[in-house]
Structures are given as C-alpha cells and as structure tokens.
C-alpha cells in the first residue's frame, strides 16, 4: 500500500510568484486536506477537498486555492507569493472527511 | 473562536518517568478529537481519535482520554524512542475544519 507523497520536497521561489504543490492520496482515499505549517508552530488548516468539492476551509486568503482530481489527487495553488508564506506544507488523506489524517512528508517552500 | 491549547509546550522526562500532556479546546462543535506524534522533518503520524466525552484509546505506552473540555494524553514508561513532538487536533462540527495546538515537544533521557 502505498502511502501519501507529495511533490517537489523542496522549492524556492521570489515575491510575486505562483506556486503549484502537488499530493498523491494513499490508495483508496477520497479526502484531501492541505496544511501549513511555520517552524516550532502546529499545523494550520487550509482547506478539505472531499470527492473532488472543498469541504471545508481555514482561515486563509483566496490566493491559496486547491484542487482535487478524480483519482483524489490533489494541487494546492498559491498566487502572488508573500514572504511568510515560506512554511512546510503538508498534504493529508483519509478515508472520509471524519477519519484519521494520513500525512505526507511536506514540501518546504521558501520565498525569497 | 475556536482553539486548542496544548502544554507544557515543552517536557523532558528521565526513561520511565511516566507523565500526562493536557490539550484544552473551545470549539463550536466537537466532531472529534485527534492525537498525532511528529518526528522532525516529517509529516505528522497519526495516535488516536476520541469522539465522545469518557472515551479512552491504548496503544503501547500512551493512553488518551477525552473530556468536554480538554484530553490528556497519558505517557507510561517512556523510553528514548518516544521523544517527538506530539499534536492535537479538533475536528470541528458542521463545516469541516481542523484546529491544530502547537504541540508538546517531549524529550526522553536514557
């Protein structure tokens, strides 16, 4: 069984760009869940992609927009970088929305 | 506002000295409440869910419990291996939404 990955591990943009985080659910997951998470902080809550509709979203501007695939892939995009939007962003996934998070190892992403 | 606190926001214990971690929550609506262990550079490893007040999980060396306001989650014996930062998490009631505490970062000396 495969579990949740995420793509690319590392990525360094500038101020102003786009940004597409990418995450492959563990087989038989139909929820996706996007988090930020700073350094020394707990996760923050971006939004829920359940059966390829969003579920639920934290409190976050719509810069930060996501996507979900029929195979329950999911894409997080970000619009017009800001320097604290450098953080590990970790993509989780479940069997349904009230289950337990599987977690992926993150993409640290770094605005320069 | 909903919102989870978690302390000691730090804990370093001698190898089987047992201990407790508190996590305190105001949501709305409790849907229910998550335990994770995360090991630095990695994604957070999944414990325990509780979902109703009085509900009690074992697993190894931890045992979590769930009241109407806070969980604790109980160390028992703790060796080197256990040391981590551990997470909680409310899953709130009608629009999904997780609210994450900042986590007990716990360190075990041999």
């Known amino acids: 069984e495969t579990g949740v990955t995420q793509s690319p591990t590392h990525l360094i943009k500038t101020r102003g760009q786009q940004v597409t985080l990418r995450c492959s659910s563990q087989s038989g997951h139909n929820t996706v869940s ?28 719509p810069r930060f927009s996501g996507l979900q695939f029929p195979n329950y892939s999911s894409e997080l995009n970000v ?17 349904e929305p009230q289950n337990e998070q599987f977690f992926g190892p993150g993409t640290r992403l770094t605005v320069l | 506002e909903d919102q989870v606190t978690q302390s000691p926001e730090a804990l370093r214990l001698q190898e089987g000295e047992s201990s407790s971690l508190n996590c305190s929550y105001t949501v709305s609506g409790l849907r229910g409440l998550f335990w994770y262990r995360q090991d ?8 325990f869910t509780l979902y109703s007040a009085g509900e009690e999980k074992e697993k190894e060396r931890l045992k979590a419990t769930l009241t109407k306001k806070e969980s604790f989650l109980h160390i028992t014996a703790p060796k080197p291996e256990d040391s981590a930062t551990y997470l909680c998490a409310a899953l709130t009631s009608g629009t999904y939404k997780y609210i994450f505490g900042t986590g007990t970062r716990l360190k075990v000396l041999a």
Request: hydrophobic content about 30%.
């Open chain 1, 79 to 95: 619009n017009a970088l800001e320097l604290d939007d450098s953080a590990l962003y970790l993509c989780a996934s479940s069997l």
């Open chain 2, 40 to 47: 630095p550079g990695k994604g957070p490893e999944f414990l």
């Open chain 1, 34 to 61: 996007w988090y930020q998470q700073a350094l020394g902080q707990g996760p923050q809550f971006i939004f829920q992609y359940y059966r390829e509709e969003e579920n639920g979203r934290g409190n976050f501007p």
